[in-house]
């Protein structure tokens, strides 16, 4: 039972519980900590880029053109991909077995997960932004059997499903 005037408003008990958390939070943070005029609420937009969403490919390759692969990128930017990182995905890349997995994070903004196939195969899932994601992506385009873009690849794939023909 709801007294007239109070429908929607969450009636005493809510109105005097907010009223108290507001003069709690008032004390302790001094004032109204979302005004726009507090010191520490303004925005500084300069300096700040705005990058394009993140992107995903995957490609079918023989398990040879990653390295090949890693290394042209890495020819080709002026910020190379981590070497660390690029060794293990390949030193990994050789061993995997059908539909074992080992992803790395190549760079700030790229990753990559590699996924054993048949035949000295693999798939290799690669997603982030920027230069190094563009420039290992024109590298898988050019050395790759199949690939599909823009979106994830899901566990179950084999290469049979995989999208595009490499004409």
Request: proline share 3%.
């Amino acid at each position: 039972m709801t007294m007239r005037g109070e429908e929607g408003n969450g009636g005493p008990l809510r109105r005097v519980a907010t009223w108290i958390a507001e003069r709690i939070a008032n004390f302790l943070l001094g004032g109204d900590v979302l005004a726009p005029d507090r010191d520490g609420a303004e925005i500084d937009w300069d300096g700040v880029e705005f990058q394009k969403p993140r992107r995903t490919i995957v490609a079918v390759m023989p398990r040879i053109q990653l390295e090949l692969a890693l290394g042209a990128t890495n020819r080709r930017l002026k910020t190379k991909l981590d070497e660390e990182a690029c060794q293990e995905i390949v030193k990994r890349a050789k061993t995997l077995s059908e539909e074992e997995n080992y992803g790395a994070k190549l760079g700030e903004n790229c990753a990559m997960t590699v996924t054993g196939l048949l035949e000295g195969d693999l798939e290799a899932e690669v997603s982030g932004s920027g230069e190094e994601f563009e420039t290992l992506c024109d590298e898988l385009w050019g050395r790759s059997k199949e690939v599909r873009e823009g979106q994830t690849k899901k566990p179950e794939l084999s290469r049979g499903e995989i999208g595009l023909e490499r004409a």
